[in-house]
């Protein structure tokens, strides 16, 4: 089984570009909805209570998102502290999601990941393919704010990422969501059909 991984900053248009292909029928996953999966664990719980403060976990013991964030994105140490502790349960949803579409007969499945830094990621998951979806810097912020993201958790969170320049190095295809949400869905057909008719 073949996959696809989606990658992008902040705003870039990832989800757009899953959902372009999801709409033809493949299976898609964002590593983000697993990491909020993640955080239902007692034990993941556990582990960014005694890290960041029981000030991360609200009266119900449930993980307050905005509070872990505001913490875990202070510092480049403190988002990797996040990862060690969430990455791995990430890392498990995900190998079962796969696990349970190739045994379904799936030929190749999309996976959008937020946050790949480079190829050696443990969340790479042996990609077939990496897509990389950008625009600028000041139009992911825009469209993330418009999103309804506060500006500045935004730029907090582009700068815990890498840049459109190491993504376009990393990428296999890269596409360019400068223009509409419709041209950014024909460049991901015209490129998805090629890829069809060449890897079948
Ligand atoms: C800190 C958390 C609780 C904030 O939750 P929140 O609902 O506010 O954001 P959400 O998870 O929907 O992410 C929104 C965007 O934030 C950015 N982001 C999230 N995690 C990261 C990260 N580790 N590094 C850089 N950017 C990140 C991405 O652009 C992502 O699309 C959450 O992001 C989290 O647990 N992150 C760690 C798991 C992770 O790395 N997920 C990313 C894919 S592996
Ligand atoms: N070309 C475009 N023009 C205008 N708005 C767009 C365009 N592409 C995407 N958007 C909008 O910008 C926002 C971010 O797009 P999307 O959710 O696809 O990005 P993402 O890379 O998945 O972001 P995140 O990292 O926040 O999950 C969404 O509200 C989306 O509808």
Redesign the pocket.
């Known amino acids: 089984m073949r996959k696809v991984l989606v990658i992008g900053?902040?705003g870039a248009g990832k989800s757009t570009v899953r959902g372009v292909l999801a709409q033809d029928g493949v299976p898609a996953v964002d590593?983000?909805a697993?990491?909020?999966e993640?955080?239902e664990l007692p034990e993941v719980r556990a582990a960014l209570a005694d890290c960041f403060g029981p000030e991360v976990l609200d009266a119900a013991g449930r993980?307050s998102?905005?509070t872990?964030?505001s913490r875990?994105?202070a510092s480049s140490q403190a988002?990797g502290r996040?990862?060690a502790i969430?990455?791995p349960t990430?890392g498990r949803l995900l190998g079962a999601r796969l696990d349970a579409w190739e045994a379904a007969g799936h030929r190749v499945v999309v996976v959008e990941?937020?946050?790949l830094r480079d190829r050696d990621d443990p969340?790479a998951c042996d990609a077939d393919v990496i897509v990389a979806v950008l625009a600028p810097v000041e139009q992911r912020v825009a469209r993330a704010v418009a999103a309804g993201w506060p500006e500045r958790e935004v730029r907090r969170?582009i700068a815990?990422?890498i840049g459109d320049e190491q993504r376009a190095c990393l990428a296999d295809v890269v596409f360019n969501n400068t223009g509409t949400p419709a041209q950014l869905a024909a460049q991901v057909r015209t490129w998805w059909h090629h890829y069809q008719a060449e890897r079948g």
């Open positions: 900053g902040m590593l983000d697993l990491g909020h993640a955080l993980v998102r905005a872990l964030a875990a994105f988002t996040l990862q969430t990455w990430i990941h937020s946050a969340l969170r815990a990422q």
